[in-house]
C-alpha cells in the first residue's frame, strides 16, 4: 500500500491523537469510495500519518463515528479528555468488537499461516503479539 510506505511507528512516542490515526486509517479508502470523506481529506490523512500530532479536527471529520464513541467512553469513565492514550486504546482494544468481522480490533500472536498486513513496517517475530484491525497490524504489544 503506497499511502504506509515509510511510516514506523516503533521509536516514537505514542499520543492519543497519532494512535486513534493509526487504527483508523484502514477505513480511510472505504470512506473515500462511498464518498464519505472527498479525495482532499483522504490526502490530508495520508499526510497525517507522516505528523507527530494529526488534526484533531481532521479526524472528528474523517471518522465522526469513532469519535463520537471516544467522547462517550470518555464521558462514562469520568476522564477529562477524550484524547487521552488511555481513551483512545480503551475505544479500540476493548470497545470495538464488532462482532469478530474484519472490523474487530483483535489481539493476536503473528503466525506464518495468518496473512496480515505490516503497514507501519513493525519488525515482526512469530508469536508476536499484535492488534490488529481490517486485518492490518496496528499495534505491537511489548
Given at each position: 500500500?503506497?499511502?504506509?510506505?515509510?511510516?514506523?511507528?516503533?521509536?516514537?512516542?505514542?499520543?492519543?491523537?497519532?494512535?486513534?490515526?493509526l487504527?483508523?486509517?484502514?477505513?480511510?479508502?472505504?470512506?473515500?469510495?462511498?464518498?464519505?470523506?472527498?479525495?482532499?481529506?483522504y490526502f490530508q490523512?495520508?499526510?497525517?500519518?507522516?505528523?507527530?500530532?494529526?488534526r484533531?479536527?481532521?479526524?472528528?471529520?474523517?471518522?465522526?463515528?469513532?469519535?463520537?464513541?471516544?467522547r462517550?467512553?470518555?464521558?462514562?469513565?469520568?476522564?477529562?479528555?477524550?484524547w487521552?492514550?488511555?481513551?483512545?486504546?480503551a475505544?479500540?482494544?476493548?470497545?470495538?468488537?464488532?462482532?469478530?468481522?474484519?472490523?474487530?480490533?483483535?489481539?493476536?500472536?503473528v503466525?506464518?499461516?495468518?496473512?496480515?498486513s505490516?503497514p507501519?513496517?513493525?519488525?515482526?517475530q512469530?508469536?508476536?503479539?499484535?492488534?490488529?484491525?481490517?486485518?492490518?497490524?496496528?499495534?505491537?504489544?511489548?
Amino acid at each position: 500500500m503506497e499511502f504506509f510506505d515509510n511510516i514506523s511507528r516503533e521509536e516514537e512516542e505514542m499520543i492519543g491523537e497519532k494512535l486513534f490515526l493509526l487504527y483508523a486509517f484502514p477505513c480511510a479508502r472505504i470512506r473515500l469510495v462511498r464518498r464519505q470523506i472527498d479525495e482532499d481529506r483522504y490526502f490530508q490523512l495520508t499526510a497525517a500519518l507522516q505528523t507527530e500530532r494529526p488534526r484533531r479536527r481532521l479526524l472528528k471529520f474523517c471518522f465522526p463515528h469513532a469519535f463520537k464513541a471516544l467522547r462517550e467512553l470518555a464521558r462514562a469513565n469520568s476522564r477529562l479528555d477524550p484524547w487521552s492514550l488511555k481513551n483512545v486504546q480503551a475505544l479500540w482494544r476493548e470497545n470495538h468488537q464488532k462482532d469478530g468481522g474484519i472490523c474487530a480490533v483483535s489481539l493476536i500472536a503473528v503466525s506464518d499461516k495468518v496473512p496480515l498486513s505490516n503497514p507501519y513496517s513493525y519488525d515482526l517475530q512469530p508469536g508476536d503479539r499484535v492488534y490488529i484491525h481490517m486485518r492490518c497490524i496496528i499495534e505491537k504489544v511489548d
